[in-house]
């Protein structure tokens, strides 16, 4: 029985795995009732903002999923100049967000690494050093990574993509630059540099079954990850992966409620961490965020990103928000959390419980 596995204290993979097929309504509700009530336990009844800036769609990589990859010659490529970002940054800290995250696509070379590196001092300068700064800039070495840290970053998210290693391969270039060991190698080395590690998974991929998902979920416990920020899987048309997807892959209706699922069984069986609701929660329905909130997540990360830019993100299609200005979504957002008894926390950093946790 569904209620059964809900009561246990430690849940075994088998019964991951029941939880994750639920297909009944009304188990699917007591299995996200479960979700929110650890939160209210761990979190409170809290949601917290990283305002989001998309710095560059600029990237060395080739990732099968990905509308901005190296190889689509469709996208006209930007980069924010330093006072960009830097204005934006202003614009979070004095909306009280309390933590902003830069975006971008991959790069390692030296011009790009002293450019966060300068952007993250002059960021902390203007704020007092308050800000909590995550960083989502792909795979680096673990002297970038420390460089960053010291210049005022505090978390980084990279994503695992899928623990299945077969699917991995299926889903990026067959070469040295895309290899699952030198992404687990990098998220060591962020653990080794001191950050808050985040990282998550793409959820609903062609090939990817439950028991897949139920491994990335204890893949997640076994490396003691301090953050998740994980969403559906989102065709790019003009991407190779995106046109094997096509007619492919579970419906948007179900690659949602699967979301919703990983969302409720990661906040079930690893606690006090912080999860994201991702904006492709939002791009696969309007209360997409709200949903993933009351499903276990307490993390927001609105875009801040100027609406001239955002056109030119498009990791996937169907981005939400991209002609909203920063604020009207900030007050929308703030009252549709409200009607669902969450409170914003502004002027908080909003740290990953976890982290702390077990460092004492
Ligand atoms: N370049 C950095 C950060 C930008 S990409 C990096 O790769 O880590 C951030 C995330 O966007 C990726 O980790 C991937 O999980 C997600 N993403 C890319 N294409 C996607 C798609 N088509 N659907 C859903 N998520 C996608
Ligand atoms: Fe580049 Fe990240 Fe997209 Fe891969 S997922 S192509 S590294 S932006």
């Not at 009530?37 to 903002?49: A, C, D, F, S």
């Not at 690893?270 to 994201?276: C, G, H, P």
Request: some cysteine; hydrophobic content about 35%.
């Amino acid at each position: 029985m569904i209620k059964d596995i809900l009561e246990k204290e430690n849940l075994s993979k088998e019964d991951l795995l029941k939880l994750i097929q639920i297909e009944d309504p009304q188990e699917l509700q007591l299995l996200l009732d479960k979700a929110y009530e650890i939160k209210l336990k761990y979190i409170g009844n809290k949601v917290y903002y990283r305002g989001l800036i998309e710095c560059s769609n600029i990237c060395i990589k080739n990732c099968r999923y990905c509308g901005i990859r190296k190889g689509n010659e469709n996208v006209e490529r930007f980069m924010l100049t330093k006072d960009d970002i830097l204005e934006i940054s202003q614009w979070i800290y004095e909306n009280g967000y309390g933590s902003l995250a830069l975006q971008s696509g991959e790069r390692n070379d030296s011009e790009f690494v002293n450019f966060i590196e300068e952007t993250l001092v002059e960021i902390q300068k203007n704020s007092n050093n308050s800000l909590g700064i995550t960083l989502s800039l792909g795979e680096q070495t673990l002297d970038t990574y420390k460089r960053w840290l010291k210049a005022g970053a505090s978390r980084y998210l990279l994503r695992i993509e899928t623990t299945n290693r077969e699917l991995f391969k299926k889903i990026h270039p067959n070469d040295e630059f895309h290899t699952f060991e030198r992404r687990i190698k990098a998220l060591k080395d962020l653990r080794t540099a001191g950050y808050q590690v985040g990282t998550g998974v793409m959820i609903g991929l062609p090939g990817q079954t439950y028991e897949d998902l139920v491994n990335d979920i204890i893949f997640f416990k076994e490396n003691d990850i301090d953050m998740i920020g994980m969403g559906p899987y989102i065709i790019h048309e003009e991407t190779p992966l995106g046109q094997e997807a096509l007619g492919n892959i579970l419906s948007d209706g179900k690659r949602f409620q699967l979301s919703l699922k990983m969302i409720a069984l990661c906040r079930i069986y690893l606690k006090d961490i912080n999860i994201a609701a991702t904006t492709a929660l939002h791009a696969l329905d309007p209360l997409g965020r709200e949903k993933g909130i009351l499903a276990g997540a307490n993390v927001i990360m609105p875009n801040a990103t100027s609406k001239n830019i955002k056109p030119k993100y498009q990791l996937y299609r169907g981005k939400p928000n991209l002609n909203d200005d920063a604020i009207k979504g900030k007050l929308a957002l703030e009252k549709s959390l409200k009607e669902v008894g969450e409170e914003v926390v502004y002027f908080k950093q909003g740290n990953s419980p976890h982290f702390y946790n077990r460092q004492k």
